[in-house]
């Protein structure tokens, strides 16, 4: 529900965003990785929970959404600009090849997981080839 | 196909003033390190460890994700901070594909931080939770830091302290 609403949000003017909320979400690191019959995406979203996790495929478009609850301590100062984990959020354009009723998602130690298998009739098919030796033995 | 959304959806240029103001947006996008709201310009600095220090420990956060505990190894020399983290080979089946995209580190990797005060190893603790690996440090009692009252010089004595002299009386 909420990917579908961010959406919306970044669809408009985002100057309309806050910019607070803009440095809130970071794009996660990820790996696309072509198989002949799928497509597999790792996305590392560090910190964040099993279930504060929301993929959403819409229209061709696949969006990926994670949010950090644990908000830091307040006396606490920062002393390197390093890792901190924040919201993540990164949508990617799929084509008309993806079957998406059969999308696969794990999300596990902050690593997301997703199998995006191919159309049946866009998998390569090999094609037995017949002798013609065997044609005119039948 | 899969496609990124690098430049954002926002941009949408009705008018010539619409595109100048998408252009100065572009660049200041470009300087802040986002890109439509989206920061990708972080993807080095989310590979080193961040440092948080409260009055009394230091916090160190690195991100694991994926990685198992036994594959991450924490060492506490002195002030000096060794992380050592062993990410898993690619499988075969990832080797058979064909990368679109990778952006995911690889291979093994060694941070350090030295702590500017004296730190007690023996009350250290580390924690791997959803991939991310959280180190409290405490410093050790005489590094903590002290709030010290400051009181009227009328009711302060100066003469009493051990033969210790205050600054004042140095001065004078």
Known sequence: MNSITERASQ???SNALADAERRERCAPSVDVVE????????AEMPGVCDDAVDVDFQNGELTICGRVSERRREDATRRTVGFEPKDYFRSFRV??????DKIEADFCDGLLTLRLPKRQEIQPRKIAINRKSDESES | MLTDYLVPRGYSFASP??????LN???SDLTSETRGGLSFASLENRCSPGVWETSDEYFVEIAAPGIAEDAISVELAGSDLTVCLRRP???DAEKNGRYWRRERAQGDATFAVSFPNPVDADATEARLERGVLLLKVPKIEKARVKKIGVNKTSTLDVTATDGET???TDRS
Not at chain 1, 35 to 42: I, M, P, R
Not at chain 1, 95 to 100: P, V
Not at chain 2, 17 to 22: P, T, V
């Open chain 1, 95 to 100: 084509g008309n090849t993806i079957d998406s």
């Open chain 2, 17 to 22: 003033l619409d595109f100048r103001r998408g």
């Open chain 2, 89 to 91: 080979a690619k499988n």
């Open chain 1, 11 to 13: 669809a408009n003017d």
């Open chain 1, 35 to 42: 198989f002949d019959d799928a497509y597999v995406v790792t």
């Open chain 2, 25 to 27: 947006r572009f660049f």
């Open chain 2, 166 to 168: 205050s600054p004042q």
